[in-house]
C-alpha cells in the first residue's frame, strides 16, 4: 500500500497535512525497532532519538519532525500539534551537520487516551533557513511544544510540501509516567 493511501486512511491527511509525501522515511530505534507504517510501538520501544535516513542529495538542507495530532486523546485534540523533534538545515543526510529546534521527546501518551499517531515528516529545504527566532526547546520540558503546526511552519519557511514521511501509533505503557518525570526537570 502507497504511503500517499496510509496517510489518508490514518486520516493525517488532513489531520496534519494536506498532501502526503510520496518517499518512505527510514527510521530505527537504539531498542532495534523499525518504524512501519501505521504499526505500533510502545513508548518504551521509542525513547531513544532514531535514526532516520532518506535519499539525500548531499549539497542540499532538509527538515525533519516529528508530531503527535492527538494530544491530549485523538477524541478531544485541543493540543494538535504536540511536536517531538523538530531539525532544521540538515546538510545532505548527515544529523550531526543541522540545527536542532525542538530536541526529541519520545512518545508518552496519557493513561486512557488510546492510541496516539506519531508523525515523521521530511521536507526538502530551497536554501539554508534563518531558524534564529524559532525557540530551541530542550528535551527535558514539554514547555512551548503544543498547538504548533508542521504545515504552518512548512509555510513560513517556504519548506513546500514534505517529500519523505513515516509513522507509528503508540498508546500509554509503564515508561510514561518516567517520561513526565523527566519533561518536569
Not at 504511503?3 to 527510514?26: G, S
Not at 521509542?46 to 519532525?65: D, G, Q, R
Not at 545532505?92 to 492510541?115: A, C, H
Not at 513560513?156 to 500509554?172: E, R, W
Request: aromatic share 12%.
Amino acid at each position: 500500500m502507497s504511503i500517499q493511501t496510509l496517510f489518508k486512511q490514518h486520516c493525517i491527511v488532513p489531520d496534519v497535512l494536506t498532501t502526503a509525501p510520496t518517499e518512505l522515511l527510514d527510521i530505527q530505534y537504539q531498542s532495534g525497532v523499525c518504524v512501519e507504517m501505521g504499526k505500533e510501538l510502545t513508548p518504551t520501544q521509542v525513547k531513544e532519538k532514531p535514526i532516520v535516513k532518506w535519499t539525500a542529495k548531499e549539497s542540499e538542507y532538509y527538515t525533519l519532525a516529528m508530531v503527535d495530532p492527538d494530544a491530549p486523546s485523538r477524541e478531544n485534540p485541543k493540543f494538535r500539534e504536540w511536536h517531538h523533534w523538530l531539525v532544521g538545515n540538515i546538510y545532505g543526510s548527515n544529523m550531526n551537520k543541522s540545527e536542532v529546534l525542538s530536541d526529541y521527546i519520545g512518545s508518552g501518551p496519557p493513561k486512557g487516551t488510546g492510541l496516539h499517531r506519531y508523525v515523521f515528516l521530511l521536507y526538502k529545504q530551497t536554501e539554508r533557513c534563518d531558524f534564529s527566532k524559532v525557540p530551541k526547546l530542550p528535551n527535558n520540558s514539554g514547555d512551548k511544544r503544543g498547538k504548533f503546526s508542521i504545515a504552518k511552519f512548512a509555510q513560513q519557511f517556504k519548506l513546500g510540501i514534505p517529500v519523505a514521511g513515516n509513522f507509528y501509533v503508540a498508546k500509554y505503557d509503564d515508561y510514561v509516567p518516567k517520561l513526565y518525570s523527566k519533561l518536569k526537570g
